[in-house]
């Protein structure tokens, strides 16, 4: 592959982060019924089942969408990967653990969403299994919160190594990756409370880590693609991986 294309690639990846943003919100978020409200963990079985039957066409859009969504969280996650690799210069353990983090957080949060879509594959099953499906689908969405705050802290690391006078991504940022990182712990509580701010539907399991999640993704793609659009402004991606050697 020759450097012209690499970097085209390298900037298409980088794009998937607002798209992937942008597409959640919808799919997920509106056609999935779960903004401007997601379900409350205190519904009764017939309570989550009528929500589901009412709003069957939009929810079954929406999970079928946002599933395919979900797959460009993973060229998205592998490009800050190939951008931290040239910040690395003596190890790749962060560049690693930033690109499994990514990976693995496709893989949860498309298993919730996969549990939301069988709930509505047969609307005229047992309330009660759909109540388990939807409980499912959140618990798996909340209690693993770690696997995306590692990625995101393995990012701000190497973020703040970075000492050039430009760096790949400002400080504020590297902090603000750090902030939103932690603001998805209070999602453990999930386990014990179904009312309240720590319940899945509550300002601090829910607002605030899923909002800090999608303006993450949205600040790091804009430094993301203006990197990409420097190095095809300078030259090639070697070049600019020799200078950052020699700085």
Known sequence: MDEKTSLQLELLSAWCGPVFVLGLVVFFGLFGHILPAPPSPA???AGIASR???????????????????GLYLPWSAQISTQMSRLEHHSRTMTYLQLIGGALTVFVVSFGILCFAIATFRPERNPELMQML?????????????????QMIAMAIVGLADKRETPLFPRWACFLTIWCGLSFAPAS?????????????????????????????????????????GRMTIGTPSNATGHLART
């Open 189 to 229: 509580l999930t386990e014990y409370l179904k009312t309240g701010p720590f319940a899945w539907d509550g300002m601090l399991s829910f607002y605030v880590p899923w909002a800090a999640w999608v303006v993450w993704c949205g600040v790091i793609s804009v430094y993301m693609i203006k990197d990409v659009r």
């Open 134 to 150: 939807t409980d499912f689908g959140w618990l798996s969405f909340e209690l693993q919160w770690v696997l995306t705050t590692m």
């Open 43 to 45: 519904l009764d079985a």
């Open 52 to 70: 589901i039957t009412d709003n069957l066409g939009d929810m079954r859009l929406g999970w079928v969408a946002s599933l395919v969504v979900m």
